[in-house]
């Protein structure tokens, strides 16, 4: 079996367009419910999320964190523009996590 066969494809978690304290929780079990063995990559697509408060940035830190202990790339689509980057870059979370600008940047990356 090749390198290339033995390679899954990524595990897509698409999130809700707004993510608050209402569920922040439910985001949360959803991405760690992805992080099961044979999975390599998850992606949160967040490109439809425009609003995402602290409760919904420690759903994901914490998530990331799930993640990275069971040896999986955990990564975020998250448009260039609009607040939710706004919000990850200020707080530095873009330097722990992995962003990309859209699903098929987040799906290409090696």
Do not use: W
């Amino acid at each position: 079996m090749s390198d290339q066969a033995a390679q899954t494809r990524p595990v897509i978690v698409v999130l809700p367009p707004e993510i608050d304290v209402t569920n922040s929780e439910q985001v949360h079990n959803q991405l760690v419910a992805a992080l099961v063995p044979g999975v390599d990559v998850v992606i949160a697509d967040m490109t439809a999320t425009t609003f995402c408060d602290s409760s919904g940035v420690h759903s994901v830190m914490f998530a990331h964190e799930a993640a990275v202990s069971r040896g999986i790339d955990l990564r975020l689509a998250v448009p260039a523009e609009g607040s939710v980057n706004r919000v990850l870059q200020l707080i530095g979370a873009s330097r722990i996590l992995s962003m990309y600008t859209s699903l098929a940047k987040a799906m290409d990356a090696a």
